[in-house]
């Protein structure tokens, strides 16, 4: 079992940045890939970005590429997203989620993901 809590929203203006936190409960976090996802109102959640069980391999959503960072520190049971140059279209609910697809695997769709956490709303002003 693992349950998540993400951390870190909150308003900020277009050009500017937030970092993410994700923090884990539960042994087994460092086991598996996670990513991060976002729902905006009236549509459906969309990948963002996913990291390796050990943070070897990436892959990025190619709205956010370039200006997004995930990364994963297994010894804090912690995983980030940092988000740079904000746009407006970046506004959204975003979620962390834990797979137990093979750890060394990229996944990008919702389905395969287990474990959820609350979300943290990141609004963007222009």
């Known amino acids: 079992q693992v349950q998540l809590v993400e951390s870190g929203g909150g308003l900020v203006q277009a050009g500017g940045s937030l970092r993410l936190s994700c923090a884990a409960s539960?042994?087994?976090?460092?086991?598996?890939?996670m990513g991060w996802f976002r729902q905006a109102p009236g549509k459906e959640r969309e990948f963002v970005a996913a990291?390796?069980?050990?943070?070897?391999?990436?892959d990025y959503e190619d709205s956010v590429k370039g200006r997004v960072t995930i990364s994963r520190d297994n010894g804090k049971n912690t995983a980030y997203l940092q988000m740079n140059s904000l746009k407006p279209e970046d506004t959204a609910l975003y979620y962390c989620?834990?797979?137990?697809?093979?750890?060394?695997?990229?996944?990008?769709?919702?389905?395969?993901?287990?474990?959820w956490g609350q979300g943290t709303q990141v609004t963007v002003s222009s």
């Open positions: 989620a834990v797979s137990t697809v093979g750890r060394d695997t990229i996944v990008t769709v919702p389905a395969q993901y287990v474990y």
């Open positions: 539960g042994r087994t976090f460092s086991r598996y890939p």
């Open positions: 990291i390796t069980w050990n943070g070897g391999r990436t």
